[in-house]
């Protein structure tokens, strides 16, 4: 993996930690996802049109197929992660989701796309994924396996952390696939494809009006932070895919799990310090292997 590769994913991990504990804030559900899509699409217009001006008019079916299916599952991954963040904790659910995907992304990458990975890359994916379920589970669950009500909400967490990291594998191998074999602009394939994120979300936002002012009126400064910043943080990811194997990436992106640990522990309160920094640390060992296989 090249160094800029290498910085992208670093610079890309602190932002997607930092809107992650403020979607954890904000306590929303789809109607949060639709408001962030809608100021997605709004901020960033001037950049989608001047990239799209020349490009969006020669795409065929193709393309906007694969657009299509990025931003349903875009939307998918990011409900089932909200639904989750009101369920659980997020120290629970975000080192699951972000552990589970990279974990299936390289499996992919390997079995289908033909990519190759070394045995310091295979040593830091195992310690990646290792990291991320120390943080998840260990004395946590010990604690919780004689309070049924703790148990029920580590389970809870823990189902809705996989489910999210199914769905973060599949949108990263589909959007990996776009930017890599199609060749189509990074901002490109997340721009439009927050169009369909609006069209589907749209049909559930709507059907309550009243309680859509509400829940605006609540929640609009954190859908304005996660807007403006969590393109920049994938955006970002998906210019690395392009240079770098996304076997390495995809892993390499749970760095993002070390500011997790230090900002969003602090900042949430939910306990487990000492897990945490140790799942943290084993996670940037993994990935400097992956930096270095």
């Known amino acids: 993996m090249s160094t800029s590769a290498f910085a992208l994913i670093i610079l890309?991990?602190?932002?997607?930690?930092?809107?992650?504990i403020a979607a954890k804030k904000a306590g929303g559900d789809a109607r949060f996802a639709f408001f962030t899509a809608v100021l997605m699409m709004l901020v960033w217009a001037p950049l989608g049109w001047w990239l799209?001006?020349?490009a969006v008019s020669?795409?065929?079916?193709?393309?906007?197929?694969i657009v299509a299916v990025s931003g349903v599952l875009h939307v998918v991954y990011y409900v089932v992660l909200l639904r989750g963040y009101r369920k659980a904790d997020l120290t629970v659910v975000y080192p699951l989701a972000r552990g589970t995907g990279p974990l299936l992304s390289a499996l992919v990458a390997v079995t289908l796309l033909g990519e190759r990975l070394s045995a310091l890359g295979v040593l830091g994916v195992a310690g990646v994924v290792g990291g991320v379920f120390l943080i998840a589970g260990g004395p946590g669950l010990l604690r919780a396996a004689h309070e049924p009500q703790a148990r029920r909400r580590v389970r809870k967490g823990m189902a809705y952390g996989v489910l999210t990291g199914v769905f973060i594998a599949s949108y990263t191998v589909v959007d990996g696939y776009a930017v890599k074999a199609m060749l189509l602009s990074p901002i490109l394939v997340d721009y439009m494809g927050n169009f369909v994120r609006v069209l589907v979300l749209a049909p559930v936002a709507l059907r309550d009006r009243v309680e859509l002012g509400r829940l605006w009126a609540a929640q609009w400064r954190f859908a304005l932070l996660v807007a403006l910043?969590?393109?920049?943080?994938?955006?970002?990811?998906?210019?690395?895919?392009?240079s770098a194997p996304l076997s390495h990436v995809?892993?390499?992106?749970?760095?993002?799990?070390?500011?997790a640990a230090l900002i969003g522990g602090h900042l949430l309160g939910e306990g487990d310090r000492a897990a945490r920094l140790a799942g943290a640390l084993l996670i940037a060992v993994g990935v400097v292997a992956l930096g270095l296989g």
């Open 229 to 242: 910043v969590s393109p920049v943080a994938y955006v970002l990811v998906l210019f690395a895919m392009q």
């Open 12 to 20: 890309a991990g602190l932002i997607h930690a930092l809107w992650n």
């Open 58 to 65: 020669l795409w065929g079916l193709r393309e906007w197929a």
């Open 250 to 259: 995809a892993p390499a992106r749970e760095v993002s799990m070390l500011f």
């Open 52 to 54: 799209g001006r020349g």
